[in-house]
């Protein structure tokens, strides 16, 4: 069975730092994109970050860049997402998902597997 499950959530006051980690099983890790997505309450799931199966490329969405970073360690299958200087607009539930062969075209297309996600509270 795939699992993707994420630790590190919590809440914290803005300009704070968390780290967001992801545990993977049930698949290949070493072979799949992985990225964290976020939802906030009445809005869309909306993609943050992804990492390419050996790190060589990183994407973020423009409202983290400079802030968030994404990594991975295929000897632990775990991907992470250190995230800093965070503001009110970050508080979302944040989930980790998985993009197994035959990848994606963008980094906003389909993603195959999905953890079931950590809430993020940023107050001000």
């Known amino acids: 069975q795939v699992q993707l499950v994420e630790s590190g959530g919590g809440l914290v006051q803005a300009g704070d730092s968390l780290r967001l980690s992801c545990t993977a099983s049930?698949?290949?890790?070493?072979?799949?994109?992985m990225g964290w997505f976020r939802q906030a309450p009445g809005m869309a799931r909306q993609f943050v970050a992804g990492i390419s199966t050996a790190a060589t490329n990183t994407y973020y969405v423009d409202s983290v860049k400079g802030r968030f970073t994404i990594s991975r360690d295929n000897a632990k299958n775990t991907v992470s997402l250190q995230m800093n200087s965070l503001k009110p607009e970050d508080t979302a539930v944040y989930y980790c998902a998985a993009d197994i062969p035959p990848w994606g075209t963008s980094w906003e297309s389909r993603w195959d597997y999905w953890g079931q996600g950590t809430q993020v509270t940023v107050s001000s």
């Open positions: 049930g698949y290949t890790f070493s072979d799949a994109s």
